[in-house]
């Protein structure tokens, strides 16, 4: 081999040995979230932002970005996010807002979840789930009633 192949060559290796040793990107990860869940998808949370909250879904590892966003409100609030079809997910909806004043747990469908630092976030296996079939109820610390109704609530 000729000097200027053996040049070429080696300028060949020395390439892809920089090429293989460049770090990969960081995973986006997303800000702390002021509530949190487990589901057998994966973790999800709620991030309060300037203009509302952002719903995170499925963000193992670290990765995704918020799947929907609500505007600021005032409490109560019951907002509804519910996937359609064969979503292959084993949650495939989620109820989620502001709790009103004096709130220490929701139950919406007979799913309980503590309301923290007055938000929630319900995880539910159903998929398109009309509005009107949500049922919710909004539990003191003594589980006393604070509030109760159906479907979504906005202001």
Not at 113 to 123: F, T
């Amino acid at each position: 081999m000729g000097r200027r192949a053996a040049t070429v060559v080696a300028i060949a290796a020395i390439a892809t040995a920089c090429s293989l040793a460049l770090p990969s990107p960081p995973p986006r990860t997303p800000p702390p979230f002021a509530v949190a869940i487990q589901t057998a998808d994966g973790p999800a949370g709620l991030v309060r932002t300037v203009s509302g909250l952002d719903l995170y879904v499925g963000v193992d590892g670290g990765s995704g970005g918020p799947v929907t966003g609500v505007a600021r409100a005032s409490p109560p609030t019951v907002h509804l996010l519910t996937f359609g079809g064969e979503t292959r997910r084993f949650t495939n909806s989620f109820v989620f807002g502001y709790a009103p004043v004096g709130s220490a747990a929701v139950v919406v469908n007979d799913v309980r979840q503590p309301v923290v630092d007055g938000l929630y976030l319900v995880a539910l296996p159903d998929s398109d789930i009309p509005a009107d079939a949500l049922s919710w109820r909004f539990l003191g610390p003594t589980d006393a009633v604070v509030l109760e109704g159906r479907g979504v609530l906005t202001k």
